[in-house]
Each structure stands twice: as C-alpha cells, then as structure tokens.
C-alpha cells in the first residue's frame, strides 16, 4: 500500500514514529511492500502545515527540534487546525497522537470519530478512547470500511494486542495476568536492593519514568485503564473504570519487601482479570507476592509482562518494554503494517 | 476461505489438530470466516481414505481409537497412497504430519515438495524438511502461489515464528536466546529439587517427555535443530546442523547445580545464535548459568522461552508449553488461520 498519513500531535512519539519511516524507509518498501508519504501534521503547540504531495520530513524534524513553528516550512497550506487536516487533506490514514485526557479521552475522540466517519483509517496511542469506547470505534471502523489500530495503549510497541488478536487466534482467552505498569515495577527493583520508596520514586522521576505527579503510576489507575482496554478488547468484554478493584503500591513498606524476599517471594502490582463462570469479569489491579517460579516474578526494572490464560496452550506470556518515545512510536508501525497487511 | 484438507500422516498431532477442528468449528466460521472438510487422510500404519465431499471425522477418529483401519470407513476411496492422495485428492491444502527422520527429512520433504509443486498449500510439524531445506522449500511455495507453514517446529503452539513474522515485523532481529526443549529443562527443575539425573530423566521418561533414547533431547540435538531453523528463517541466515556448537546437560552434575543456586543462579539449556559484525551468524547449543534476574531463568518444568534480540524494542521474550499432542497439534491450525487470512 500507498499510504498518505496526517499527524494529529506532534509530540515526542509521533517523532519517533517519524524517525523510524524515514531510517527504515527502505526496508519497509522491500520487506513488506510499505510505501509513504506524510502529507500533512496539526498540533496544538507547534502549528499545522499540508502539502499533498508530501513533507520533507527531514526538514520538518528539524524546525521542530529547533523549537519552531510548522509555519516556518516553505511550502503548504498552513491554515488548517486539527479537524480541517483530518477531513480536508488527501491523508487516507491518521495518526492521531495528541495530548488527551485519559479520563475523558478527548480530544481523541473527536479525532478518531471524524477520520472514521470520513472512511480514513486512525492509528493511535491513546488510551482514553479505547478505555471509553473501544467496542464503539471499533465498530465504526468497520462500518467505514476503515481500521483503527492502538497495539500502543498496552505495552506500548511490545506487541501484546497483536499477539492476542492474530497469533494466539484460534485460542479462548479466559484471563490475562501482568506487569503493565513500568514506573511501579522499577520502584519496586530499587526498594528490594534496599532504596526507600521515596528515593526510588524519585530516581524514577529523574530517568523520566515517573511524572512529577506520580499519582496515575503508584496508585494504579494506569495499569487499570489497561486492565479495562484488556477485558474489553482481549476477552470481549465490555466494562468500565469502575469495575475494577484497585490498590496501588504506596502502602508497600520496605520491611514487607524483605520479609517477601527472605520467603523466595517478590512483590508486584498485577493487573488481571478473569472470566467467570457467569460470564462476568472479575478484574483488579492489586500488590501480590509471587513466588519466584511464577514467570511475573523475575520480570524487574520497567519492563512489562503480560500472561494470557488460553484454553488450547495454557498459559502464554510475552515481556518487553512498556514505555519509551521510540518503543511508543513503534507500536504505530506494528498497526501501519497490520493495515498494510490487510490492504 | 473453505479448506479442503488432506491429513498425510494421522498419529498424535493429527489427531489432535483433528480434535480442534471438530471442537471449535463454530467458533472458527464466526470469528474467522475459517471454514473446512477433510477430504483424506493417508497414514503408512492406519491405510488411507479418500472421500471428495469430505470425511465424517467422529468415525475416522472413532476407527482410529479402536485401533482399525481406515479401510472400514463405510465409503470412499481407499487405495490410494500417500503421493496419489496429495496428487489425485482434491485437497488445497495438505496437513503433513508423517513420522520423519529428522536428519534427512524424509518422507516429509517428498510430500511437501510434491504439495508445493501442484500448487497446494502445506502445514507441517515436521522439524526435518525446514533444518534441511527451510529457503528452499519457502521459495518453492511462494513461486507456486501456495503457503508453506511450520509454526510447530520451534516451540509447539506457542506461536513463536508467527510472533517474529507478523507482530515484530518492522524490527531487524539480531539474534535470539532460548530454552527450546522442555524435556532437558524439566530434568533441570527436578535436579535443583534435589533429584539425581538418573531420577530425573526417569521421571521424564514416565511422564512421556523424554523417549526411551533420550540421547536427542539430552545431547542438545532437538534444541540445536530449532536454532538451525530460527536462525534461517528468522535471522534470514543459511547455516547447517554442523555450524553450530553443541553441548547437552548430562555433564552437569547435581554439585554444580546447588552450587548455582547459593549463587542465585540456574542452569538452563541455551540455544541462541547472534548476527555478528561481519554478518556471520555465531550459534550454540550451551548449558547457562543464569541470574535469576534473566527472564529466562525463571522458565521452569517442561516450559519453552524464547527471547528476540530487535533493534527497535530490544529484547522481546514468548513464555509457553513446547510439546504436547493437542498444543503442537494447534500450532497447524495457526498456520491455517495464516492461510486464511492472506486469502
């Protein structure tokens, strides 16, 4: 396929997406037969720029990592906001990486529905919408004969989605098991070598894991938006924020984490959730003190890991990273080749 | 797409694909539009059956238990062999689960390339066509129109082959590292448990792991077989049985194996092999001492890792069983939903 993108967001992952396509341009056409343009960017800060027959993105990478505007590029129509780029330019597919609120998940949406509705494909690394209306976009998609791909949302470009969707066909999926948050797994690792959790906290701050506001990484709410996208997408379920239990890592003390050591045990915040034998989902996002042999164990740092529960193979897991600019930039990739693929 | 399939070979893992198919024929019409008869079935111990509208598979498998023959099938043909069936059947696509010599790859090889060459596609468990010819036999395929899948070769059902084509396609994979035989890890387990390795493989033996003659298990000749053929297919490379070092477990003495765990570490049987500057492939069958920080330290019982090296995600590992009638019998119907989706 042709494709011709527009970038909605032009922050740090939609240039790591842009910096992967143009090293790998090459590879992408003869491997997979993956050709580009990227007709057009909008993004909130840095302006909006739309020329049809393409971008030089090279110069655009290098008005951006100056600190300027897309108005400074040569050519183009530079008076399109978001939602004009979306229905106005020649783009067939959207990359929509905007800065969304994950409770509401807008401006996504909006963002999601018009490509949608105009019969455009959306790949995107926000969660929001698919925590909110995952079945919904997924089926507009379909209606428009369009895909919207997120493998993003999990473990950012660890290819969890894909697994479960593609390679793992075939299989129920009854329940999934995982280490979906990398920030709580790192300050974990450091209190069992005997760092406090401040000072853990706060050395994850420093490396960029944490944000100055932990409170969506230790509390748990981002490993449950996950849990959620999981039940919803994975098991082909339809639940909401407030059905998952929830307790973060705050309350774990350093005498717990040695006392877990001492017994060959290590502590993890795990997400899960399991079908039951109604049909409903039981899911939480709770502390729980593996044993070693349990394969979560032994996944430190800010790694991910994520244990599918299938009726034909038993217990499936994949580790990888969870996070990163380039990692998430990635993901959008892995859903371009899957279009790709399709196409 | 509506399959037509032949069985060439009907033991175990046919039977057990067979099983899937029957069990899950709603499930795969609806969520797949994968629908199927099996048209014939040919086995050098059981006879062979030919019936072109498709085979009640209850009976076959119902003769089959009961030890009969498939001559004592009500209808069909019933004298053709294992090459008539693949030539004169009306199948498109050959289920080719022989029983193989897995140094020459015979019969296998036969079958598939007769497969191939008439344009029809093959799904296989068979280790021996793909370490001996795996370019070949792929090219063969691709220039006759038809799919040659073997995701069973490697660990089962655990869709590792399909996970490096299609869900980390975009990555370049340098190399890889993994416990490929769950017979040797299992005697490894028992062995950190206190058991000798006498005892071990007994057990081993017993539980239907490990053969009588345990030499290719124990001696790293099945997992060197895996690594010939990860780092053909997945590395892109073209190395033989002999361009690998190999080293089984049954020097590791129970000494060495405590000694190990005072050091929080494991051993573990490895097979990996690494794209090297110059572009040569460096490849090894070696038992590892691990920390048991390494995801694959944790692997434990008659469990298979495989970790990828990626240049763009670095290293992504797959947990799963690696053996098992039903397991490796679903690793063909994940090459079936392969076919099915490209169609």
Redesign the interface.
């Given at each position: 396929m042709h494709f011709k993108l527009a970038f909605i967001g032009f922050g740090t992952v939609g240039q790591g997406l842009t910096e992967?396509l143009l090293e790998?341009k090459d590879?992408?056409a003869e491997?997979?037969d993956f050709n580009y343009i990227i007709v057009a960017i909008s993004d909130i800060m840095k302006g909006s720029v739309y020329e049809k027959y393409g971008l030089d993105m090279y110069k655009i990478l290098d008005l951006v990592k100056n600190g300027k505007k897309l108005d400074e590029y040569p050519t183009g129509i530079k008076d399109l906001d978001s939602l004009a780029t979306i229905k106005k330019s020649n783009a067939d597919t959207i990359v929509e990486v905007t800065y969304t609120d994950i409770k509401t998940g807008e401006p996504a949406i909006t963002y999601i529905k018009t490509a949608l509705g105009a019969g455009k494909n959306v790949v995107s690394t926000n969660k929001g919408p698919v925590v909110k209306q995952a079945v919904e976009l997924l089926k507009m998609a379909e209606s428009n004969n369009a895909h919207y791909g997120f493998e993003g949302v999990v473990l950012a470009?660890?290819?969890a989605l894909?697994?479960a969707r593609?390679?793992?066909?075939?299989?129920?999926i009854n329940g999934f098991k995982g280490i979906l948050n990398g920030t709580t797994n790192y300050i974990l690792t450091r209190m069992e070598e005997g760092m406090s959790y401040d000072n853990a906290l706060k050395k994850a701050q420093v490396l960029g894991y944490a944000e100055a506001d932990p409170t969506g990484d230790v509390e748990g709410l981002d490993a449950l938006g996950k849990v959620v996208i999981l039940s919803n997408v994975v098991l082909g379920k339809n639940i909401g924020w407030k059905d998952v239990e929830r307790k973060g890592i705050t309350e774990i003390t350093k005498d717990e984490i040695v006392k877990a050591k001492a017994e060959g045990k290590r502590w993890k915040l795990i997400g899960s959730a399991e079908i039951q034998s109604d049909g409903s989902v039981k899911a939480k996002v709770w502390p729980e003190k593996l044993p070693?042999?349990?394969?979560l164990?032994?996944?430190?740092e800010a790694i991910n890991?994520l244990?599918y529960h299938t009726d034909?193979?038993?217990?499936?897991?994949?580790?990888?990273?969870g996070a990163g600019r380039?990692?998430t930039g990635?993901s959008l990739?892995?859903d371009l080749?899957e279009i790709n693929?399709k196409s």
């Open positions: 992967i790998k590879m992408l491997q997979y470009g660890t290819p894909n697994l593609f390679s793992l066909a075939g299989n129920k070693l042999s349990d394969p164990a032994s996944v430190n890991a244990t034909e193979l038993g217990p499936i897991t994949i580790v990888g990273p380039r990692e990635f990739l892995i080749l693929r």
